[in-house]
């Protein structure tokens, strides 16, 4: 199962777009999202649901603390 959420990256420093969030995710969290640029969704984001739950749930996790540690303070007030 897959879910393909649109990324907004105004709220988010040093981000420019879908391939550079997901080159840092997956630099930083070891999380792998894929890209929509790879299907012809500029700035979308597919993520797979195609693990055990407590991985899934990890995941996300790490995905919520890679935007809360790229969030810009400015806009996030």
Known sequence: MVVMVKLNSAPLQDISDD???CFKLA????VILLPGTA?????WLRITFAVEPSFLE???R???YFCLRHSNPKIMS
Do not use: A, Q, T, Y
């Open 58 to 60: 990890e995941g996300l």
């Open 27 to 30: 630099k930083e969290e070891s």
């Open 62 to 64: 790490r995905l919520k």
């Open 39 to 43: 299907v012809g969704l500029k700035n």
């Open 19 to 21: 391939i550079d969030f």
